[in-house]
């Protein structure tokens, strides 16, 4: 695998796990992530990163065996140019069903390396 690809392979998965961490002292609860401001920011700043490196990894090679790898660049578009129609309730729904599956995809990756 090339080694750039590895890299933002390992950047998408620090940033999953940054998020993950942000529910350790408190539950998973869709209300308290609506009210917490920064919280919100926190996890939209690391989607973007997840998905510039997939984004990136696209370039490099469109063939990667990531899952919506597509939906996932253009869930960063999204953020970043129109952060005015993001719906907390999709942003959620991301975190709650398609994080997971990212994450065992880039785990995965990584582990072939």
Not at 60 to 72: E, H, L, S
Request: proline fraction near 4%; charge should be negative; aromatic fraction near 8%.
């Amino acid at each position: 695998m090339d080694e750039r690809i590895e890299k933002w392979l390992y950047d998408i998965q620090i940033a999953i796990d940054e998020i993950n961490s942000y529910f350790t002292n408190e539950p998973k609860i869709f209300s308290n992530f609506q009210q917490n401001q920064m919280l919100k920011r926190a996890v939209e700043r690391n989607l973007e990163i997840i998905g510039e490196a997939t984004n990136r990894i696209l370039a490099k090679d469109p063939n990667i065996p990531i899952a919506n790898a597509r939906k996932i660049v253009n869930l960063r578009n999204q953020v970043i140019h129109s952060y005015d129609s993001l719906s907390d309730e999709n942003i959620w729904a991301i975190l709650i069903n398609n994080l997971p599956e990212l994450k065992k995809d880039v785990d995965k990756l990584i582990s072939c390396v």
